[in-house]
């Protein structure tokens, strides 16, 4: 198994412009978190979904971040307009069930810059 | 307040050495406990679990979790140069499926 894979590993963007995150979940895990990490503030978690549903979108920061799960392998995370505090870096994580304790598998992250 | 602290270090020990790294909650719901470790420009992987309050050993690593004082800590044994990273203490509740991370604690063991 490849495990999560995420693209790009690295983005440099200009302020305005528009951003997409981009995840492949590990085959069968019905869970898919996004999380983003800075040194201020930590991992904090933006959106996870359930089965492709969004169940809680309560961290995704503001009405310019949005994410979408089309299908179970795929998952997007996209920033309009991006702004220079959205640099961070953004990671995906999944996991195959919450009845027991699972962790997470998390991917390598892209790493964001916004000048 | 936050929910989750962990002091972010960094801590610098001799290989060798035994490790101590601690954190303490706020919610007396978090049920499930988890230990990360997360090395320089990667993702964080999952080190250990606990469920409720009691000890895990599982080589080099034990988790301890006493709810009583919402406090959990993760002890590495003859520590290597190799564990050398962030390491991330993480909870959440029964019935949720909410993960909350600690800042982490960057670990530095010299060779």
């Known amino acids: 198994d490849a495990g999560v894979i995420q693209s790009p590993r690295h983005e440099v963007t200009e302020m305005g412009q528009e951003v997409t995150l981009r995840c492949k979940p590990i085959?069968?895990?019905?869970?898919l978190f996004w999380y983003r990490q800075t040194m201020m503030r930590g991992l904090e978690l933006l959106i996870y979904f359930n089965n492709n549903v969004p169940i809680d979108d309560s961290g995704m920061p503001e009405d310019r971040f949005s994410a979408k799960m089309p299908n179970a392998s795929f998952s997007t995370l996209k920033i309009q307009p991006s702004e220079p505090r959205d640099s961070a870096v953004y990671f995906c994580?999944?996991?195959?069930?919450?009845?027991?304790?699972?962790?997470?598998?998390f991917g390598s992250g892209t790493r964001l810059t916004v000048v | 307040q936050k929910e989750v602290e962990q002091d972010p270090g960094p801590l610098s020990v001799p290989e060798g050495a035994i490790v101590s790294l601690n954190c303490t909650y706020s919610n007396s719901a978090f049920q499930y406990f988890m230990w990360y470790r997360q090395y320089s420009r990667k993702g964080p992987e999952l080190l250990m679990y606990t469920y409720s309050s009691g000890n895990k050993e599982d080589g080099r690593f034990t988790a301890q979790v006493d709810k009583s004082s919402k406090y959990i800590s993760l002890f590495i044994r003859d520590s290597q140069p190799s564990d050398s990273a962030t390491y991330l203490c993480?909870?959440?509740?029964?019935?949720?499926?909410?993960?909350?991370f600690g800042a982490g604690t960057r670990l530095f063991v010299k060779a």
């Open positions: 994580a999944s996991s195959p069930g919450a009845d027991r304790n699972y962790g997470y598998t």
């Open positions: 085959s069968g895990h019905d869970y």
């Open positions: 993480a909870m959440r509740r029964t019935g949720g499926f909410k993960t909350i």
